[in-house]
């Protein structure tokens, strides 16, 4: 069973599609499904980029299923190995993830964005964590938000629940891309093939090295740096030395992975 969650391949791209009518909202079996599938892209070497959008044209994802709430599902549920939606605290998730936000993320929803690594935005998004309504605490976006923004900006929109659109998100620096209506997953697609297309050994690199240094000072990081087997791994390369000689004879490199 799917339980709401399509996938699709294309080459080493996989697409995640939370489609759950009305509002693509994740209950407790949703959310462990999504956890297997961000697993089984983590593991699998074919797989080099994720992306992860939402059905129709009005939303991306709400959050909680309120209604399975409704009927005995609890807060403190094990929502699975990386927590709601897959993306809270994923384990060891050295590949790249682009969220395509076609419409309204809050919520739990907005913690799935928070958990990618490119968020591609179409003009009619919008964003808010509105748990502080209810007397919940969004944890995930209490420890992640103000790492993305601003603090004060990050705790009054905690604190009040309040909406954000696109064209703040952008001001902020929460969205790299705003495209028009409908146009998100085109938009990421074109950014997974140049991703998927790029030096595997380095991308694992560099979410190792921003994972492991984000809270280090800046001596600290770079004493860090060489312990990391990513990065040795880029340092001793074929790739690296493919990459150099590429440059020299003013081709396009053939990375190997190795």
């Given at each position: 069973?799917?339980?709401?969650?399509?996938?699709?391949?294309?080459?080493?791209?996989?697409?995640?599609?939370?489609?759950?009518?009305?509002?693509?909202?994740?209950?407790?079996?949703?959310?462990?499904?999504?956890?297997?599938?961000?697993?089984?892209?983590?593991?699998?070497?074919?797989?080099?980029?994720?992306?992860?959008?939402?059905?129709?044209?009005?939303?991306?994802?709400?959050?909680?299923?309120?209604?399975?709430?409704?009927?005995?599902e609890k807060s403190d549920e094990d929502w699975g190995v990386g927590g709601f939606?897959?993306?809270?605290?994923?384990?060891?998730?050295?590949?790249?993830?682009?969220?395509?936000?076609?419409g309204i993320a809050c919520g739990g929803g907005f913690e799935i964005v928070l958990?990618?690594?490119?968020?591609?935005?179409?003009?009619?998004?919008?964003?808010?964590?509105?748990?502080?309504?209810?007397?919940?605490?969004?944890?995930?976006?209490?420890?992640?938000?103000?790492?993305?923004?601003?603090?004060?900006?990050?705790?009054?929109?905690?604190?009040?629940?309040?909406?954000?659109?696109?064209?703040?998100?952008?001001?902020?620096?929460?969205?790299?891309?705003?495209?028009?209506?409908?146009?998100?997953?085109?938009?990421?697609?074109?950014?997974?093939?140049?991703?998927?297309?790029?030096?595997?050994?380095?991308?694992?690199?560099?979410?190792?090295?921003?994972?492991?240094?984000?809270?280090?000072?800046?001596?600290?990081?770079?004493?860090?740096?060489?312990?990391?087997?990513?990065?040795?791994?880029?340092?001793?390369?074929?790739?690296?030395?493919?990459?150099?000689?590429?440059?020299?004879?003013?081709?396009?490199?053939?990375?190997?992975?190795?």
């Amino acid at each position: 069973m799917s339980d709401g969650i399509k996938t699709h391949t294309n080459g080493a791209i996989l697409e995640i599609t939370i489609d759950r009518p009305k509002a693509n909202a994740i209950d407790l079996a949703a959310s462990r499904r999504l956890n297997d599938v961000v697993t089984s892209f983590r593991d699998d070497p074919r797989l080099r980029v994720a992306i992860v959008t939402g059905a129709g044209e009005k939303f991306f994802c709400p959050g909680w299923d309120l209604k399975a709430a409704a009927g005995g599902e609890k807060s403190d549920e094990d929502w699975g190995v990386g927590g709601f939606g897959g993306l809270n605290y994923p384990r060891n998730l050295d590949k790249p993830i682009i969220a395509a936000v076609n419409g309204i993320a809050c919520g739990g929803g907005f913690e799935i964005v928070l958990g990618t690594d490119i968020i591609v935005m179409e003009e009619h998004a919008k964003f808010a964590l509105p748990e502080i309504n209810v007397g919940v605490l969004a944890d995930a976006g209490t420890i992640k938000l103000p790492r993305r923004l601003p603090y004060h900006v990050a705790v009054e929109f905690l604190m009040t629940g309040r909406w954000m659109d696109a064209a703040e998100a952008k001001h902020w620096g929460l969205a790299n891309h705003i495209v028009p209506q409908g146009q998100a997953l085109a938009k990421a697609r074109e950014i997974a093939r140049q991703l998927a297309d790029g030096p595997p050994l380095l991308f694992p690199a560099i979410k190792q090295l921003i994972r492991h240094t984000e809270v280090l000072a800046e001596h600290e990081a770079f004493a860090l740096h060489d312990s990391l087997d990513a990065v040795q791994r880029v340092v001793r390369s074929e790739d690296l030395k493919e990459g150099t000689r590429a440059f020299a004879e003013k081709r396009k490199p053939v990375w190997s992975g190795r």
